[in-house]
């Protein structure tokens, strides 16, 4: 047992604190909230290359002849789908359709996949996949042997091509394959939570400093930047992408959420698959969508949204947009005030300011 | 971080520079580098009144919210409209540009009540 007082660092703390990073208490962990300032970083990963630690993130390992069965049994896209190397965004929920996590599944082979899961999450979802489908396939928690190094932005590819041998560019969007940097094998994923190009670098653990020093020896001249928490928020937040505790969270579907892409019919009955299944067919009452000001102030989470004077739904997650230069946010609306440019009102701190529904994302990359 | 010499300061991170009988007000070096990009800022017009320990307006950076609350009571002469437009100047130029207010004093024994540059950066020391 772990103290509750008692956090945990990654294999690169020591590497954050000499950076002059700031250090936040994030899902129990001490990781950077910032380097040289939100603005920068996120900026950074748009125009050149960013590196995030995403150490905190958990691997669970599903394995056995009946791996792929057990998969489906407990999350909402089809793993039928995979093949070996290919890897897809699937949200794992319980009985009434709520959302425990949203994780990327990877297919190693046949009989290993393993779910990619948030560090918040990792006790419980390991916990609900031993009870779930711990009779028809092994369920390990091999958090603790990996280090996850996020590497984002329109220079990634470039900058990774210099510590590798390996042609990492036949690694397509959404592949992962192993191959090895400065020596080191590692599992590289063409995956992000940014909307740039780019990689998630699973590392063995004890390798991950050095895998982190040599990015950032390789991508000095293009001005690779160490990038914390703060700008990974409104990287993903410009994307549009959901949040597990905010967008995402036990009382919320993954069809609310804008999920169906995600989400099988063809594939498992997994838990939840009814209920889903009922709002797919007949709808939801609300929904997800982006907000964007028409006064001035950032609307936060948990501040109420109004329409007529009645409370309609409420924002989730919002912040400054550092691309867009103006405020962002996401909010859960009823259905019929949820259509883009629907004027509504957000009541920030006891202050009605307008607003309109916009679309997401926000952002969108230029190809 | 700079602490300047001639001014007084508050356990809520703002400094006041005497003027006669009236102040001026912003929020310190280490105000700003806590809260990171400033990118909103929400001030009272000229003319108002505020109050000591009040809030009197608000400061936003990408992260977080949050109050800023009157070193002093009084009435507003003058509102620094300039950093409304440009909040990052508070970033970069804590005591000058990003002068937030000028206060004209109701009670001016209240500037015995502040912190002089020491006790401020004694009293930082302790809360980092």
Redesign the interface.
């Known amino acids: 047992m772990r103290a509750t007082n008692e956090l945990r660092r990654t294999p690169l703390y020591q590497v954050h604190k000499a950076l002059g990073a700031r250090i936040v208490d994030f899902a129990g962990w001490e990781m950077p909230v910032q380097y040289a300032g939100v603005m920068e970083e996120h900026k950074a990963v748009r125009s050149s290359c960013g590196i995030f630690d995403v150490s905190h993130m958990g691997e669970i390992e599903i394995a056995g002849p009946k791996a792929e069965q057990a998969c489906n049994m407990v999350a909402t896209n089809n793993a039928e789908r995979l093949v070996d190397g290919k890897c897809q965004y699937t949200i794992i929920c319980n009985e009434s359709g709520m959302a425990l996590d949203d994780t990327i599944l990877y297919r190693i082979n046949s009989e290993k996949f393993i779910f990619c899961v948030n560090a918040s999450n990792v006790e419980k979802i390991y916990d609900w996949l031993c009870a779930r489908v711990g009779q028809v396939a092994s369920v390990i928690d091999r958090s603790s042997e990996y280090g996850l190094i996020a590497f984002q932005g329109p220079k990634a590819r470039g900058v990774l091509a210099d510590i590798t041998e390996d042609d990492t560019s036949v690694i397509k969007g959404f592949h992962f394959a192993f191959v090895t940097l400065c020596g080191v094998e590692v599992m590289l994923s063409r995956t992000g939570y940014t909307g740039e190009d780019g990689f998630e670098i699973f590392c063995p653990a004890a390798s991950t400093a050095k895998i982190w020093n040599a990015l950032m020896q390789a991508g000095s001249d293009e001005g690779i930047t160490p990038v914390g928490l703060g700008a990974r928020d409104t990287l993903r937040l410009e994307m549009g992408y959901p949040l597990y505790g905010h967008e995402l969270t036990e009382e919320t579907t993954p069809v609310e959420a804008g999920l169906k892409r995600f989400i099988s019919v063809d594939g498992g009955d997994y838990f939840g698959k009814e209920v889903i299944a009922g709002q797919l067919a007949g709808g939801t009452l609300r929904k997800l969508v982006g907000i964007e000001m028409i006064d001035k102030a950032i609307p936060r989470a948990g501040y109420p949204i109004m329409k007529d004077g009645v409370q309609v739904g409420e924002v989730t997650s919002g912040t400054f947009s550092p691309t867009l230069e103006r405020p962002i946010a996401m909010a859960y609306l009823e259905l019929p005030v949820s259509e883009p440019g629907t004027e509504v009102y957000i009541n920030l701190r006891g202050k009605m300011r307008a607003a309109r529904v916009a679309k997401l994302p926000f952002y969108r990359r230029s190809k | 971080m700079d602490f300047p010499q001639d001014l007084k300061y508050t356990k809520e991170h703002e400094w006041v520079k005497e003027e006669g009988g009236s102040v001026v007000i912003g929020v310190t070096d280490y105000a700003q580098d806590s809260l990171?990009?400033i990118?909103?800022v929400?001030l009272p017009s000229e003319g108002a009144d505020v109050t000591k320990d009040e809030p009197f307006g608000?400061v936003?950076?990408?992260?977080a919210?949050s109050d800023l609350y009157s070193p002093v009571s009084g009435t507003v002469l003058e509102v620094n409209d300039s950093i409304v437009d440009s909040p990052e100047v508070i970033n970069d130029e804590p005591y000058g540009d990003a002068w937030m207010l000028k206060i004209e004093l109701a009670e001016p024994s209240e500037l015995d009540g502040l912190l002089s540059v020491e006790e401020y950066k004694n009293y930082i020391e302790e809360e980092s």
């Open positions: 990171g990009d990118v909103y929400e608000v936003e950076s990408v992260k919210v």
